[in-house]
């Protein structure tokens, strides 16, 4: 909620620019803003001017209706909100008021609003419109990812969420659609799917998937890909980060969140393949599995990364200094988890290799020495809309069990697409370009830049989006 005080302070900076801008304004220009209908601020070179006002008043029925900005000398010494009758234009109320002798300006009453944010009507669990900001830390400004600037960056750009740009989702599927007893999660109502593939159940056959239903039995890819583009500005549960974004759902974990290297490995080839901008990848191996056992996985990844795809990894939760396979990969961007304190949540992996981190909820770490981190919290995770039982894939909610690396990783798959659409890096940004400007971009954590706990710090969707110059065959899988 914006403050009485914000408010005024608005409407002074606004008023104060109406006064800097030139006598005329176009009716293109007065278009290209929002402007508070039926009314204009006029200005006036010596203060309002009695013949000017009845003039007005007698020849168009415009009227004073109050003082806008202090009186003075100089070419705007004082000015007044006129408001208009009906029948009047703004344009041509400009047209005509501009003639008028003493008038220094004549412009729309411009609406301002809080700078670089855009605050959709997503309702949480509540009754009223921007509900979800109680529930989605994780995407606000203080301890999140900053998403209301990156979304107010993206419609400026005219790529809104990141619109034009693919996300491959290699997890436990996507509840993106209803067949039998599975039905399309509510709030996927507006998202993009493309070349769903499950690769558990079926096969890539000549280039082909054998079977397109790569749906969710689990919840956790549903999460995942909620994360990264759940429908947005739909009054309707919670928002997604790269909302515009269209998601390719590949299946490679089963309903017990485990998979084998080899399918890990055709869901990426087939992902590269088919036209994946970004890979998301929230699993991990054990950390016993080292780069000499999963040598199909290497191969897939570079060749994902030689044909230009940005692959994400989460780094895995064990509470250790070694980041976990296949986020270790060097092609791969290794992401951390962070608290709504800033700090490194309690299981998150670092190390060597860690890239960044982004919020992936739970409690902080206890051993560290920042001033960040209050072990004894007890902290929220992240919210999603999901499977609330993975044995009815019907029914959906916002349950609040879920935090982990898993979590933290699709912050990043997000804001690689939204940077990508935002052309900050041009047309087409190869990943290293991407990687860093993510790490450029990212708030430091922990002292140096990077560091073994936080890489570069916490991923900053919103800052990472201005343009530049304004600033198994081996260990079973298991989901992290």
Same mark, same amino acid.
């Given at each position: 909620m914006i403050?009485?005080?914000?408010i005024r302070r608005?409407?002074?900076?606004?008023l104060?620019?109406?006064?800097?801008?030139?006598a005329?304004v176009?009716?293109?220009?007065?278009?290209?803003?929002?402007y508070?209908?039926?009314?204009?601020?006029?200005?006036?070179? =010596?203060?309002?001017?009695?013949t000017?006002?009845?003039?007005?008043?007698?020849?168009?029925?415009v009227?004073?209706?109050?003082?806008?900005?202090?009186g003075?000398?100089?070419?705007?010494?004082?000015?007044?909100?006129?408001?208009?009758p009906?029948?009047?234009?703004?344009?041509?109320?400009?047209?005509?008021? @501009?003639? =008028?002798? *003493?008038?220094?300006?004549v412009?729309?009453?411009?609406?301002?609003?809080?700078?670089?944010?855009?605050?959709?009507?997503?309702?949480?669990?509540?009754?009223f419109? *921007? *509900?979800?900001?109680?529930?989605?830390?994780n995407f606000?400004?203080a301890?999140g990812v900053?998403?209301?600037?990156?979304?107010?960056?993206?419609?400026?750009?005219?790529?809104?969420g990141?619109?034009?740009?693919?996300?491959?989702?290699?997890?436990?599927?996507v509840?993106?659609?209803?067949?039998?007893?599975f039905?399309?999660?509510?709030?996927?109502s507006?998202?993009r799917?493309?070349?769903?593939?499950?690769?558990?159940?079926?096969?890539?056959?000549r280039?082909r998937?054998?079977?397109?239903?790569a749906?969710d039995?689990?919840?956790?890819?549903?999460f995942?890909?909620?994360t990264?583009?759940?429908?947005?500005?739909n $009054?309707?549960g919670?928002t997604?980060?790269?909302?515009?974004?269209?998601l390719?759902p590949?299946?490679?974990?089963?309903?017990?969140?485990t998979g084998?290297?080899?399918t890990i490995?055709?869901?990426?080839?087939?992902?590269?393949?088919?036209?994946?901008?970004?890979?998301?990848?929230s699993?991990?191996?054990?950390?016993a599995?080292t780069?000499?056992?999963?040598?199909? +996985?290497?191969?897939?990844? @570079?060749?994902?990364?030689?044909?230009?795809? +940005?692959?994400?990894?989460?780094?895995?939760?064990?509470?250790t200094?070694?980041?976990?396979?296949?986020a270790?990969?060097?092609?791969v961007?290794?992401?951390?988890a962070?608290t @709504?304190? $800033?700090?490194?949540?309690?299981y998150?992996?670092?190390g060597?290799?860690?890239?960044?981190?982004?919020?992936?909820?739970?409690?902080?770490?206890?051993a560290?020495?920042?001033?960040?981190?209050?072990?004894?919290?007890?902290l929220p995770?992240?919210y999603?809309?999901?499977?609330?039982?993975?044995?009815?894939?019907?029914?959906?909610?916002?349950?609040?069990?879920?935090?982990?690396?898993?979590?933290?990783a699709?912050?990043?798959?997000?804001?690689a697409?939204?940077?990508?659409?935002?052309?900050?890096?041009g047309?087409?940004?190869t990943?290293? =370009?991407v990687?860093?400007?993510l790490?450029?971009?990212?708030q430091?954590?922990?002292?140096s830049?990077p560091?073994?706990?936080?890489g570069?710090g916490l991923?900053?969707?919103?800052?990472a989006?201005?343009?530049i110059?304004?600033?198994?065959r081996?260990s079973? $899988?298991?989901r992290?």
């Amino acid at each position: 909620m914006i403050s009485l005080r914000t408010i005024r302070r608005l409407c002074v900076a606004a008023l104060a620019a109406a006064a800097a801008v030139p006598a005329i304004v176009t009716t293109a220009q007065a278009r290209a803003a929002r402007y508070v209908p039926g009314e204009v601020v006029v200005g006036y070179t =010596q203060g309002p001017l009695p013949t000017v006002v009845r003039d007005a008043a007698t020849r168009m029925g415009v009227r004073a209706i109050a003082a806008a900005a202090p009186g003075g000398s100089g070419a705007t010494a004082g000015a007044q909100v006129m408001r208009l009758p009906r029948g009047v234009s703004v344009a041509q109320a400009i047209a005509s008021l @501009r003639r =008028q002798p *003493g008038v220094a300006y004549v412009v729309p009453n411009f609406i301002a609003h809080a700078d670089g944010e855009w605050i959709p009507d997503d309702r949480g669990r509540t009754n009223f419109a *921007g *509900g979800w900001e109680q529930l989605q830390w994780n995407f606000l400004g203080a301890a999140g990812v900053n998403a209301p600037e990156a979304w107010a960056n993206l419609i400026a750009d005219h790529r809104p969420g990141g619109r034009g740009v693919t996300v491959a989702i290699l997890d436990t599927g996507v509840a993106y659609r209803s067949w039998h007893q599975f039905r399309k999660s509510p709030d996927f109502s507006e998202t993009r799917f493309i070349d769903p593939c499950d690769l558990v159940a079926g096969s890539i056959s000549r280039g082909r998937c054998t079977d397109p239903y790569a749906l969710d039995r689990e919840g956790h890819g549903t999460f995942v890909a909620g994360t990264v583009a759940e429908t947005t500005n739909n $009054r309707l549960g919670l928002t997604g980060l790269a909302y515009g974004a269209t998601l390719m759902p590949v299946r490679v974990l089963d309903a017990d969140g485990t998979g084998d290297a080899a399918t890990i490995a055709a869901g990426i080839r087939y992902a590269a393949t088919h036209g994946a901008q970004v890979i998301n990848l929230s699993l991990e191996f054990d950390l016993a599995v080292t780069s000499a056992d999963i040598p199909d +996985i290497i191969s897939a990844i @570079r060749f994902a990364h030689r044909r230009g795809v +940005i692959v994400v990894g989460a780094s895995g939760n064990d509470s250790t200094e070694q980041v976990a396979y296949p986020a270790r990969v060097p092609d791969v961007i290794a992401v951390g988890a962070t608290t @709504r304190d $800033r700090c490194l949540a309690l299981y998150s992996d670092g190390g060597p290799g860690l890239a960044l981190v982004a919020p992936g909820g739970g409690d902080d770490s206890n051993a560290l020495n920042d001033p960040n981190c209050h072990p004894n919290r007890n902290l929220p995770n992240i919210y999603q809309m999901t499977l609330v039982n993975p044995s009815n894939p019907g029914a959906f909610g916002l349950p609040g069990d879920w935090f982990g690396t898993s979590m933290a990783a699709p912050h990043v798959s997000a804001t690689a697409a939204l940077v990508i659409a935002s052309g900050v890096l041009g047309r087409h940004p190869t990943p290293d =370009q991407v990687l860093m400007r993510l790490e450029q971009t990212a708030q430091p954590l922990g002292g140096s830049k990077p560091n073994q706990n936080y890489g570069y710090g916490l991923i900053d969707a919103g800052a990472a989006t201005v343009p530049i110059g304004s600033a198994a065959r081996h260990s079973p $899988r298991r989901r992290t």
